[in-house]
């Protein structure tokens, strides 16, 4: 849509009156959409999609799509996963997060292809893939964020796809050496995706930390940390952890503070937390001249996107060893899934967002349940 006409309808939209706004809406959409298609020689598909429809209220609507053009694939939905601090800031409204709504939550998820554009090479219907796709029944998308599944490689794992991506960079900026302590400062889905992987790339002593020990039997996992501190204890002493590696996964100053106070001197912390909320009188930068500290920030906005260096790899080449890392089991993140529920049940999914979801890990849509409501059961820790 032109940017102008986008402004005017903006401008036109609050003027009309409140009962003919949504009937009028939905004409508009369903008009925009089958011109598109006529225009393009594309078929209008139907799905069903998550849409937040305001602060804390989220529903699984029905929505319209386009057949995939010249340089997209089409995707029917496996599962995709929850990415927790990214869609709660949304849903919530945090500091840092788009407040504008309706939203459409989800970047992470595998199905199989349904068709592919003409200048798409190396995939072909019917095959698996996992990629940069929202929480929807099916979508067409770019190839460029899309990667074929290998043989041996569950969909609900290779769902993890761009969790797995951000998690990677993290690990490949921190340079871990075989026998480093490494201490991961928040123990949400991307702390305990960064336990298992400082695990596989030969960490010695990995300290999962946490404000309390709700999340402790899944970090403690085989593949996962060794040790757990809950700062709800209070017994602990964090400068005496000496970490020569930090990852920050919380994505706040505490956070920060706290990771900058567990390295050792000389060491290196690692900001893998996307970063959200407001503080004050937070010294860090004395903190890590004193102790001579090194902070490398992480996010995959960051990427490289073709020419990989050092401690730089590119977007597909993260994506392509996370997939291969799950073939031949160096790592593995099932354990860490504490709720497939349905799509339907998306609402209730939310709400325990909403609330800090603490009992949970990885919350992964099950789309093969997405005809029956209230099928899934969520599960007790």
Not at 180 to 191: C, E, N, R, S, Y
Not at 218 to 225: D, R, S
Not at 289 to 308: F, N
Not at 343 to 355: H, K, M, T
Request: aromatic residues 6%.
């Amino acid at each position: 849509m032109p940017v102008w006409l986008e402004s005017l309808l903006g401008w036109l939209y609050p003027r009309i009156p409140p009962g003919l706004q949504s009937p009028l809406k939905n004409a508009f959409l369903w008009t925009q959409i089958r011109l598109a298609g006529l225009l393009s020689r594309r078929t209008v598909r139907k799905g069903h999609r998550v849409a937040f429809l305001d602060f804390e209220i989220a529903h699984l609507e029905p929505f319209e799509y386009l057949s995939p053009d010249r340089s997209e694939i089409e995707v029917e939905a496996r599962y995709s996963t929850v990415s927790p601090g990214t869609e709660r800031a949304v849903l919530c409204g945090l500091p840092g997060a788009r407040r504008a709504f309706s939203y459409f939550p989800g970047y992470s998820l595998a199905g199989e292809v349904r068709a592919v554009g003409s200048r798409v090479r190396g995939i072909k219907p019917g095959d698996r893939v996992a990629g940069r796709v929202k929480h929807a029944s099916g979508d067409s998308v770019s190839a460029d964020f899309l990667f074929r599944v290998p043989d041996g490689v569950h969909l609900s794992e290779a769902s993890f796809i761009e969790l797995g991506i951000i998690t990677l960079q993290g690990i490949r900026k921190a340079r871990i050496t075989p026998g480093d302590t490494v201490a991961i400062v928040g123990q949400g889905l991307i702390g305990q995706l960064a336990n298992r992987a400082a695990r596989t790339v030969g960490a010695g002593r990995v300290i999962a930390v946490a404000p309390s020990r709700n999340r402790a039997a899944t970090a403690l996992a085989p593949g996962g940390a060794t040790e757990f501190i809950s700062l709800n204890a209070g017994t602990h002493d964090l400068a005496a952890i000496e970490a020569d590696v930090v990852i920050e996964a919380v994505g706040n100053a505490e956070a920060i503070l706290l990771s900058a106070r567990c390295a050792r001197r000389g060491g290196k912390v690692v900001l893998l937390g996307s970063s959200r909320g407001l503080s004050r009188d937070v010294e860090l930068g004395a903190l890590l001249k004193e102790r001579d500290i090194t902070m490398v920030g992480a996010h995959i906005s960051d990427m490289p996107t073709h020419d990989s260096s050092p401690g730089r790899h590119t977007y597909r080449q993260e994506g392509e060893l996370f997939l291969d890392m799950l073939r031949s089991r160096r790592l593995s993140v099932a354990e860490l899934v504490t709720w497939q529920p349905a799509p339907g049940d998306c609402n209730a999914v939310y709400e325990v967002l909403a609330a800090g979801g603490r009992e949970h890990v990885a919350i992964v849509f099950d789309w093969q349940l997405a005809g029956g409501k209230g099928a899934s059961q969520r599960p007790t820790n």
